[in-house]
């Protein structure tokens, strides 16, 4: 079957749809610009849906390179049949053809196949035939000492040996157990004996059981960590009575003498072979499914962490807080520009402070400054405080989340920015562009340092690299780069472009000075027509000599703007300042072969606001004065706080005291919710009440419930995971999912 048709039928789209969309791939264009730019094309498919058929296409044509295989491995044996390749070709997931593949793989020296050199395959194949009472008679006949059959029980257990290892490799048999590990199975975590105290991170799968189906992912991958690191062993069971009874009806016919040896064989297969086989295919098809899940949750996290809000183009100060080594301070220009350094020490006693009140005011009245930015790292909220009491006016103060900038001060990337400066200065600088666009300084460090995963170092790294590169891809083309001050490392991200022709665009830039419109990129060295095609419309440049080069209008339709403008007795320049003149534009008229109401619509809005920043409006954020550390918390408390993580089980909020409490997933509302997703996001200012302190474990539970449906008793938290945030035997109720369902489909796309 065609690749289209397999997709449109999974994906509820038209082949059309899919065919298109394949092509444009293949043809190099990214997926930002065909979602943006050929929606005629595709039928306006978004973002995710063209993912989603890239992926599968990928799956697709890699089953088919290891059908190819199989075939050749076959042949070459000289085993391929006619009825074998159908088996081959029709194959329509991994799995199965694996199945399929299985009794011609190449494999070591086995039971099976001793007892074939032995020259026992006929009695095996007499025993399955099941027709005889006397199998003694038989068995005798293949006594042979010199090819080591000794005597008639050795003669059967060879026999038993290669029909045990033909079920095992049954496609139908491994078809039925399959579906009963997914349906019935359970995992099954106990502590290893002895490790009690180092596992106590684990110790609500000390003794674990629970249904494969209904484990979310967050649980399945602390198992596996905590038998990673040696201190639990992880089982999956089923009950041999759920697998037993089908096994039995494909094989044994009868009571006679020789079924009972095909029993035994039917025994030995499932213990020996068939099951062991199972536990480890699923084990890679759940360790699958909770990768994906995770990867899903630290996506969608990355994603609103990179479009948070930005407070602009300010004159900043920015501050790295310490105690001890003190708190390094810079100056910013509204570019972002490092102009001055130095260090401050407000908590190092009297003389400290007043110095550092001086130091302070010296730079805010000397450059203007119009925000201070101030690290929530060791110290933050005290140097908050600090800064907060000096009335300031006119100024912002905001607490900048700066995880990662420790990782961004001592990379390539700061050392190549600058080069003549320590690392405290280049994280306090990290941190002060952080607030100005956290977008376009977020971009250069790896995403799994920033901290919003859910055990990002324990799922499928290149998976994960992949969903990380597609979603920094979709927001930086989301919101646009400004061509003439952004950085390498986020141009690198524009579609169409990558670091190569980032670097050039640098270096282009640097030697003839700003770019004066998006036509003069084709003068960058080795960008060519196709990768213009591809950049030119998510780059942005103010004050260029076409007003259209400003907004996301991509060059190729600028004709077309120039038409309506004229049209309507106007310059482009007025269509962009005049709405009475863009309500007397009839889009029917401008509808062609390759343009349509989705492409004029979408002209239409940026020309309403050319350039727009998609980003939410910045609003500036205070903790509770007084409240700086757990020891200063109290149950029942209310407080303000900042969504820093959202995981499957809870979302994890700044309160100001160096520790993230936990709002579990049953106290984001007063109402039920299935995704933490659906109530919050990262960066979000949310209210929450203090339910639980245990300074000694430093957990913090907190709710987002309503005072009328919550209540600010202490509660057991019983969904801890292995970092002590949810999990327990007694879980908080889901709605029924068929998680069968989802492995089976899972299962279909194992590779």
Request: proline fraction near 3%; hydrophobic fraction near 40%; charged fraction near 30%.
């Amino acid at each position: 079957m065609a690749y289209e048709i397999i997709i449109s039928k999974e994906l509820g789209i038209t082949t059309r749809q899919v065919l298109t969309t394949i092509n444009l791939l293949d043809e190099g264009a990214t997926i930002p610009f065909i979602s943006r730019y050929r929606k005629e094309m595709t039928g306006s498919l978004d973002e995710v849906q063209i993912t989603s058929i890239r992926d599968r296409v990928q799956q697709l044509r890699d089953l088919d390179k290891r059908r190819d295989a199989v075939l050749k491995s076959i042949s070459e044996q000289g085993k391929l049949s006619a009825e074998l390749e159908h088996l081959v070709k029709s194959a329509e997931t991994m799995a199965i053809l694996e199945d399929v593949y299985l009794p011609f793989k190449p494999k070591r020296k086995t039971r099976a196949s001793i007892a074939r050199e032995k020259g026992l395959q006929p009695l095996a194949d007499f025993l399955l035939l099941q027709e005889s009472a006397n199998i003694s008679a038989a068995a005798e006949k293949y006594i042979d000492s010199s090819k080591g059959v000794e005597n008639m029980e050795e003669a059967l257990a060879g026999a038993r040996d290669i029909i045990a290892e033909q079920i095992a490799e049954d496609v139908d048999v491994r078809i039925k157990t399959r579906k009963v590990f997914l349906d019935k199975g359970q995992f099954v975590s106990r502590v290893v004996p002895g490790k009690e105290e180092a596992a106590q991170k684990y110790k609500d799968y000390f003794e674990w059981t629970e249904s494969l189906k209904d484990a979310p992912s967050h649980r399945i991958l602390a198992m596996r960590r905590g038998e990673k690191e040696e201190l639990l062993y992880l089982d999956i069971a089923v009950e041999e009575q759920e697998i037993a009874p089908a096994l039995e009806k494909l094989y044994i016919k009868n009571a006679g003498e020789s079924a009972g040896q095909v029993k035994l064989a039917l025994q030995d297969s499932y213990k020996r072979l068939l099951r062991p086989s199972m536990e480890t295919e699923i084990r890679v098809l759940t360790r699958q499914r909770a990768d994906e899940e995770a990867i899903k949750v630290f996506a969608d996290n990355v994603r609103q962490l990179l479009l948070a809000a930005p407070l602009g183009q300010k004159r900043l100060l920015a501050i790295d807080p310490g105690f001890r080594t003190g708190c390094k301070t810079v100056v910013l220009d509204a570019q972002g520009t490092l102009l001055e350094n130095t260090a401050i020490f407000p908590h190092t006693g009297a003389g400290g402070a007043a110095e550092s009140e001086r130091v302070i005011r010296h730079l805010v009245a000397k450059h203007a400054i119009e925000a201070i930015a101030v690290g929530n790292g060791t110290a933050g909220r005290e140097t908050e405080d600090f800064v907060r009491k000096l009335g300031l006016q006119e100024v912002t103060l905001v607490m900048v989340n700066e995880s990662g900038a420790s990782i961004y001060s001592a990379s390539d990337v700061a050392r190549e920015e600058f080069p003549d400066y320590d690392v405290t200065v280049r994280g306090a600088v990290s941190i002060g562009r952080r607030l100005m666009d956290p977008l376009a300084e977020l971009v250069k460090i790896d995403p799994k340092s920033i901290g919003v995963g859910q055990y990002q170092h324990d799922v499928d790294q290149n998976k994960l690299q992949t969903a990380l590169d597609d979603t920094v891809i979709s927001c930086v083309n989301a919101v646009g780069v400004e061509l003439n001050t952004a950085s390498k490392q986020i141009l690198a991200y524009v579609s169409g472009l990558g670091p190569s022709l980032a670097q050039q665009i640098v270096n282009y830039r640097m030697a003839n000075g700003p770019f004066r419109s998006r036509k003069e990129l084709k003068k960058v060295p080795r960008l060519g027509d196709k990768a213009f095609e591809q950049a030119a419309g998510f780059l942005r440049i103010r004050q260029a000599e076409h007003p259209l080069d400003a907004s996301s209008v991509h060059p190729e339709r600028y004709a077309l703007v120039e038409q309506m403008a004229r049209d309507v007795n106007a310059k482009v320049e007025d269509l962009l300042t005049n709405e009475a003149l863009r309500k007397q534009i009839d889009l029917k008229k401008y509808i062609s072969e390759d343009v349509g109401l989705p492409t004029l619509n979408d002209i239409i809005g940026e020309l309403s606001k050319p350039g727009r920043d998609p980003r939410e409006q910045f609003e500036a954020f205070n903790f509770t004065d007084g409240v700086n550390a757990v020891s200063d918390l109290r149950i029942g408390m209310k407080l303000p706080g900042i969504v820093t993580n959202i995981t499957n089980f809870g979302a994890f909020v700044d309160i100001g005291v160096h520790q993230d409490g936990l709002v579990h997933l049953s106290q984001l509302a007063n109402r039920y919710v299935s995704d933490p997703h659906e109530v919050v996001k990262v960066q979000q200012q949310v209210m929450v009440t203090v339910t639980e302190i245990d300074e000694r474990r430093n957990r913090i539970g907190l709710t987002m419930k309503t005072e009328e449906k919550s209540s600010t008793a202490p509660r057991r938290d019983k969904n801890r995971d292995l970092a002590g945030r949810g999990n327990g035997k007694q879980r908080v109720q889901q709605p029924e999912t068929d998680m069968a369902s989802k492995l089976a489909a899972l299962a279909s796309k194992f590779k």
